[in-house]
């Protein structure tokens, strides 16, 4: 199957030069003289390297053989990650290299999205949101209680965010990973 340029779209995976991408941004681009294009980013899959791309309107490009498989966190040894498919229950493994910082969220029995290209896992997407504990912060200083002032936390997880100035050691957040961490909510341990 083949993509033309009015199938892009933010996320889709293509194959350009023999190698697997994904769409992060494009913009169709009409030009008072000339034909229209479409100029793209688009990041490697196998290497998490971005380049910009631009197409001629009508243009064709390759599907990635590509395949998406849930899996789940079961432990790092060095610098080696180790993800199972709960229903096959096959393991693989991927280098740290290739997760880069999304290594930091990774959590025992954490569900994630594992990708294969043409049969060999070479990434690994979190999911949107993870919950974890808070191991350690900064004390809240007395009269500082202004709007959107953040402290660092330390999550169990391993990963550091900055939080709203009330949250303390032992509880539970929302955690969003799409932006490289950001608090969202406490959740009621109760």
């Known amino acids: 199957m083949s993509y033309e340029t009015s199938d892009f779209r933010n996320g889709l995976k293509i194959e350009l030069d023999g190698d697997p991408y994904t769409i992060v941004y494009f913009q169709f681009v009409k030009p008072g003289k000339g034909t229209a294009f479409t100029r793209t980013k688009l990041k490697s899959i196998l290497s998490g390297s971005v380049i910009e791309r631009t197409f001629r309107s009508g243009e064709t490009v390759g599907e990635a053989d590509v ?11 060095g610098d ?3 993800f199972m498919n709960t229903e096959t229950f096959d393991q693989v493994e991927l280098q740290a290299k290739l997760l880069g910082d999304d290594a930091k969220f990774l959590m025992e029995n954490l569900d994630v999205s594992v990708l294969f290209y043409k049969g060999r896992a070479v990434n690994m997407t979190l999911p949107n949101f993870i919950e974890t504990k808070v191991t350690w912060t900064e004390p809240a200083v007395k009269g500082n209680t202004s709007q959107g002032v953040l402290k660092m936390a330390k999550l169990e997880c391993g990963a550091e965010i900055h939080v709203p100035i009330f949250v303390s050691e032992g509880e539970l957040l929302k955690v969003d990973t799409r932006d490289g961490g950001s608090y969202v909510s406490r959740l009621n341990t109760k």
């Open 80 to 82: 080696v990650y180790t």
């Open 67 to 77: 395949e998406e498989q849930p899996m789940q966190f079961l432990y790092a040894n």
